[in-house]
């Protein structure tokens, strides 16, 4: 498996839900490129249970299993990852996992942490939200121009928040190398074929970065 793979969609788990591993099943099928394991509750066993699972089924299909900002979890199930907010420490995670671990920032509307992440070694950096977020309602909106302003930074670029097959080209052309998704793809009657139309968008459009 490459560090990191190619430009695409950026699959974001939903939190519990029954059959998770027949819906990340689809998505990768459809073609996700990464996979984020989001969970936010405390049922240590549970999540220990899915995330063995997911790690499985990624490799299957050779894609990075990113835990969402618990780097303890990622490091005890041995993810490939681990995604943090811009309040934690790249530094103290790197430590923690490694050089080869990737390690996301969200950067929320701020060029500024975009900056300090990438001096802290992170290996990717989001922005957002771009768009009215069912999942985080209250995320600061981000302005399109930061996906342009950080490609100086020379890390991939992970948009989020509102994303959907219709509304993604234009933050793609305007240089985001991963298009984060959640309620649209995992909340999708049909998530392999909204996955599908994900991809397609990155086989359409050039994604220049200026």
């Known amino acids: 498996m490459k560090p990191f793979p190619d430009?695409?969609?950026?699959?974001?788990?939903?939190?519990p839900r029954l059959d998770l591993l027949a819906a990340v099943a689809q998505a990768l099928t459809g073609g996700a490129r990464l996979l984020q394991?989001?969970?936010e509750s405390t049922d240590t066993a549970r999540r220990e249970s899915e995330v063995?699972?997911?790690k499985q089924l990624c490799e299957t299909y050779a894609v990075p299993l990113i835990i969402d900002q618990d780097v303890a979890l990622a490091v005890?199930?041995?993810a490939n990852g681990v995604h943090l907010t811009a309040e934690d420490?790249?530094?103290d995670a790197r430590a923690m996992f490694g050089p080869a671990a990737i390690i996301g920032v969200a950067c929320r509307d701020s060029l500024d942490l975009a900056k300090t992440a990438a001096r802290e070694g992170a290996s990717y950096i989001s922005f957002g939200a771009f768009f009215h977020s069912p999942t985080k309602p209250m995320a600061p909106r981000a302005s399109i121009d930061l996906l342009r302003q950080s490609a100086a930074l020379g890390l991939p670029r992970v948009a989020i928040g509102g994303i959907t097959p219709d509304n993604g080209s234009s933050l793609i052309d305007a240089g985001a190398d991963y298009l984060a998704a959640i309620s649209s793809l995992f909340g999708a009657a049909d998530v392999e074929a909204t996955a599908r139309h994900f991809a397609r968008l990155y086989s359409t459009s050039p994604g220049t970065s200026a």
């Open 89 to 91: 420490s790249v530094r």
């Open 76 to 78: 005890r199930m041995r």
């Open 7 to 15: 430009r695409g969609l950026y699959a974001i788990t939903d939190g």
């Open 37 to 39: 394991y989001r969970d």
């Open 52 to 54: 063995a699972a997911l």
